[in-house]
RNA sequence: GGGUCGGUAGCUCAGUCGGUAGAGCACGGGACUGAAAAUCCCGGUGUCGGCAGUUCGAUUCUGCCCUGACCCA
């Protein structure tokens, strides 16, 4: 559990970046405390969150207000127009440019979300792999609809068995994926992965993990669903609509806005809106704490050990 | 006071012509490397309301009691 910091051959701490990394699932209040810690030590605050980068989903993804964005300066917040694409080597590459100019000014970098995996490559580098390949995945649609459900796996097994062996068959998005790494590089993605396993690290940092009892936890979930409604999500919705975005763009596909789609399409009472999205928010902040739970750099906290983790962080942020 | 129908998993219920039970939802665990708020996998022991009786054996039949809804007085 300490930060990680690579040695020089002197034996002197690299000169490279710090970042102080806030994680945890969803509704614990990471956002509060990232500001209020940025806030104390004028540094800057980048989003880790899959869904904070898409303008116009404001209310439903519980960014920051824009009087808390005034507080402190933050990155990768509406990014992209909801129909844009977004994916975690985007993420990646627009995070180091931040970081480097950051580091240039000599601000503190406060990390902060609940997207596992964007950390993940954040601090760890990403596969060296070819990226997402649009015309082979409107191929592989397309031969999944002529040849049936079946066919794109019984492929996997034929061309990368390692993959097949460790891919479910229904697992439709990594079976595609495998194979769009097999077709372009010829090498199996396990075998890549197992070579990599997020050991490319670029920064140092210190992982701040933040949660608390599973009851307490769905009810801070159950409140801001509540909260969100009050504060007008449904009104955010139709305006998405409006501006011409629907259930083909990913992040309306998403937890919270495939239900409130759904019941402004009519097709949900406005009681089953609020209920299935405070269900999936609760499934959601399971996943997360199941991803995290396996990571063993972060130090877990309670959202109220501000003051804990302020001494946790300033024992390790380097000198400069 | 009398009658009818209920009381089975956290919830809604199914079921056992007597051999101690199962669905949906909820919930829990896990996987995860260019779609990640996505995608996928696994998980059902619960005094079958209580007590007693009949029986080799009762959640299932009988009696009484508790309890809920409704109907009649």
Redesign the pocket.
């Known amino acids: 559990m300490t930060a990680h910091i690579t040695l020089s051959p002197r034996g002197d701490p690299l000169r490279r970046p710090f970042l102080t990394i806030i994680a945890g699932p969803t509704a614990v209040g990471k956002t509060g405390l990232a500001i209020s810690l940025a806030e104390r030590c004028g540094g800057e605050i980048i989003s880790a ?4 980068v898409y303008r116009y989903l404001d209310i ?3 960014k920051p207000t824009p009087e808390e964005q005034r507080r402190v300066p933050h990155h990768l917040i509406d990014v992209v127009d909801p129909d844009g694409e ?5 993420f990646v590459n627009r995070v180091d440019t931040i970081i480097q100019a950051l580091y240039q000014e000599r601000k503190r970098i406060f990390v902060v979300g ?5 950390l993940d ?1 954040l601090t760890g580098g ?2 060296r ?4 390949d649009g015309e082979l ?1 409107d191929r592989y649609r397309e031969e999944t609809t002529r040849y049936g459900k079946g066919y794109l796996y019984e492929r996997l097994k034929r061309v990368d068995p390692a993959a097949a062996r460790v891919i ?1 068959p ?5 079976t ?2 495998a194979l769009e790494v097999m077709e372009q590089t010829g090498q199996s ?1 396990i075998e890549i ?1 197992e070579a ?3 050991e490319d690290h670029a920064y140092d940092y210190i992982k701040i993990g933040l949660t608390v009892d ?1 009851d307490a936890l769905y009810e801070r979930i159950n409140t801001r669903v509540d909260r969100m409604v009050a504060d007008g999500l449904v009104a955010e919705g139709r305006r998405v609509l409006e501006r011409g975005y629907d259930e083909e763009n ?1 992040p309306l ?4 806005y495939r239900h409130l789609v759904s019941h402004i399409r009519g097709n949900l009472t406005h009681d089953d809106m609020v209920r299935l999205i405070k ?2 928010t ?3 902040a ?6 995290f ?2 990571d063993g750099d972060i130090k877990w906290f309670a959202p109220g050990d501000e003051n804990m983790i302020s001494r946790s962080v300033e024992s390790r942020v380097p000198e400069r």
């Open positions: 969150d899959s869904m904070q439903g993804t519980a977004f994916n975690a080597a985007m609940g997207t596992g995996l964007y490559a990403l596969l792999a070819p990226g997402a995945r479910h229904n697992d439709r998005i990594r595609i994926r993605i992965r990599h396993r997020f599973r990913l596909r998403a937890m919270t269900r999936d609760r499934h959601y399971r996943r997360q704490l199941t991803w739970r396996r």
